[in-house]
């Protein structure tokens, strides 16, 4: 983000420019060429040459012929599986081998959240955290087991499962990692990494409560396994509370079926939880009296306070929010002084629904109340937008959101005070960005 | 009396009005208990059915009410094939044994290009111990405030607080690339070794080489870090003790203040990024728009493809100019059941309502190149 690789972005443009206006005389030569053999033919319009029209004064974006305006472009026949505009490539996942145990198949690949619009994620974009690779099940060999602590254990293939009655809820999925890195001190010079731990997306699937009420739930079942059948075998301890309020087995993602990387065919889905707790890949329920003791539920997925103690099961996500535009990857370097800018971000809750988000402009000393814009849904990503006269100074450019269990983001020091700095994960401090005085962004935290 | 009256009714109509607005402000779309009573556990809300919708969702009641029912029961033989996991009282654990020296020798086989040597761990993969796992359990209160500081041992021995999660993770789940691929005994052994490793006692006992661990002795671990968890989950308290945790915000650090004015002292103290941070990113970052480069050795664009588009495409994409459309196998089969010469020589020359080389004044060269790549796009 210094002046040097602004300079050479600024030569790759221009050598681009000339690469296209020499394709661009290629073609009007070849259009020209072929202007004769192609009247010769009643079905083809002539290529209007828009040259004879002016004297080149302006921008050849508008003045000149472009090659999808005078040609075919592809039939429908092509990608019948749609893909992005190729000009998108660099909106994708990322991954960084420090956030990976060892290898590629434990790790996680995070969402370019500053390239989303509204809040719904791609599935194409939606983070990916897996313990054993993304297994790929041939739905016709997965099945569904319910058994344990109930009166009629249960089998169902995928088609007999998507015969009970659907539901279908917009839910964010976080990894409670999100922004773990950074209890010490900022690390990455990036939203993307530093908060794009998450996704949101529209899921459909079944209640649990609704198969349970024809398996009779043992009065003395407490405690639910949900268990993958990808490599990991991973397991979750998931509290009966849940179980019959609103915990889903989920197998549409945005109106198609789940992407492998999010558990094709089937996931357990429990708004607003650690998404670590919604197992991928899902293949078996089952019931007992007393907690399961599950892998990540040991030295990983539980918080680590200054007395010592951990926090095991640890359930919700709590309040947060992070500015999305600007932002490392989205600079104001572009910005005059005097433009008028809106400042844009996601707040959610895994309590609950956002009730209202502020900003700072002075690293969390002073705060305005922000406006929520679009849908404001429970356990969901909300957007918040406020207006912003660009000045042309540096800025700390600082969150908070709350949420209608009366919860408040707190600052830094706050939850510093509160739990340390060795929990990991569950950190939901205000996210700061400094603003300077040329329009750059870099991630700080603000201690006071 | 006409105004004592008066009076009486403006009471009663404030009153009703209050009462109204005491209806309203109990607002029946959202809770901080379930249906029982009961706190909602996490903490947070939740959003009761009320007039046919939760939150802003709408749903069909009658489609909850539980006629709905598929599947069928589950062969014992099935749920014990799937019924893998071990839990702390023992439910799951299979007997047989092995001894810490045999563990040894199948954690150099199976193990150690991962985990290294004694499990120490490194490249990303975890540690499986850091040593004495009692004395490793006494650094959980580290905090690392300053950039000296040792940081809390979070390991198998130091920091789990069952011993029946190693025994369920190692069959199920390890090694990485081959799982469930262990024998009960083989579990044994490699449990009995990573024990072993971390100095954990059984019984008051050392697991020295010979040491043979079975499902009897299994049962007897007390892990150093048994109580190091909250809130309580055991026993049949477990459930209303998560309640209470989480409805009390001073447990996990949950702020309920919304300062607005001159919330600290002076000028933000200001925590930056040391050095260049964690920034190798793959693939790195970037917002431009741009095509992405051909990879090398992609195939590269048939000639007759661009010929095709400008000169072609437009009667054969579809056959809904009697023309063979581009793409359709079993019309390009059926055409070039009259030989390739002859489709060639059809192109070039005219054949039905297609003019010679369709209407244009391409060469015939590059006509039979168009050809070609028709027949490619279509295989």
Known sequence: M??????????????????????RKFFKKTAAYSMSALAASSVLMPVKIKAEKHHGQGDPAILEEQVWGTTFGYPVTHNLYGLPSPYESNVTRRTTELLSSGNMYASIAVSPIHE????????????NRCHGGTAEIDYNKHRLMIHGLVEKPLVLTMDELKRYPSVSRIHFIECPANGGPEWRNPQFPSIQFAKGFMSCAEWTGVYIKDILKDLGLKPEAKWMLAE??????????????????????????????????QGYPIRLLLPGWEG??????????????????????TAKYTALKPSGKAIQHFYANEVNSVITSPCPEKPWSDLKKGDVVEIEGLAWSGMGTIKGVDISLDGGKNWKEASLKGLVLPQAWTRFSFIYKYEGKALFLSSRARDDAGYVQPSVKQERDAVGVEGVYHRNGIHTWEVTANGEVKNVQILS | MFKSYHKLLVATTLFAMLGTSVVCAADKTVSRTYENGKKVIDGGMTYPVY??????????????????????????????????DVMPDGTGLPEGEGSVEEGDEIYEAKCASCHFDFGSGGSGYPALQQGNAYEGQK??????????????????????????TLWWYIQTGMPHPAPMSLSDDETYALVAYTL??????????????????????????????????????????????????????????????????????????????????ISEYSPPISIKREKPMPKEGSKAEHPGKKAYTASCAVCHTTDAM????????????AALKKGLDKVKHNAIYGINGMPPKGGTTLSDDKVSEIVDYMIEASK
């Open chain 1, 2 to 23: 210094n002046k040097a690789v602004t300079v050479s972005q600024e030569d790759e443009v221009l050598s681009e420019i000339q690469e296209q206006s020499g394709r």
């Open chain 1, 116 to 127: 989303l619009s509204g809040i719904i994620t791609p599935n194409g974009l939606f983070f």
């Open chain 1, 228 to 261: 993958g059948m990808d490599n990991s075998h991973m397991g979750r301890t998931v509290p009966i509370d849940k179980v019959l309020d609103d915990a889903m087995i989920v197998w549409g993602q945005n109106g198609e079926a789940l992407r492998p990387e």
């Open chain 1, 276 to 297: 670590n707790l919604m197992v991928k890949w899902l293949g078996r329920l089952e019931f007992a009296s007393e907690p399961f003791y599950a892998k990540e539920e």
């Open chain 2, 51 to 84: 007039k046919g919708k939760t939150a802003s969702y709408y749903m069909n009641e009658k489609a909850h009410g539980g006629a709905v029912n598929f599947g069928r029961k589950p062969t014992l033989d099935e749920i014990k094939a799937w019924d893998i």
């Open chain 2, 139 to 164: 650094t959980l209160t580290n905090q690392r405030i300053n950039p000296d500081d040792d940081g809390p041992q979070r390991n198998f021995g130091s920091y789990w607080p069952q011993a029946s």
């Open chain 2, 196 to 277: 072993s490793i971390n100095e954990i006692q059984i019984d008051g006992e050392e697991l020295d080489d010979e040491y043979v661990l079975n499902r009897e002795k299994f049962l007897k671990i007390v892990m150093p870090n048994k109580d190091g968890f909250e809130p309580k989950i055991d026993g049949p308290n477990g459930l209303e003790n998560a309640r209470k945790y989480y409805d009390n915000p001073k447990n996990f650090g949950g702020n309920k203040e919304r300062c607005m004015k001159n919330c600290f002292d002076g000028d933000p103290v200001v925590a930056r990024i040391q050095g260049v941070g």
């Open chain 2, 322 to 333: 009697g023309a063979p459309a581009v793409g359709d196998k079993q019309a390009w089969e």
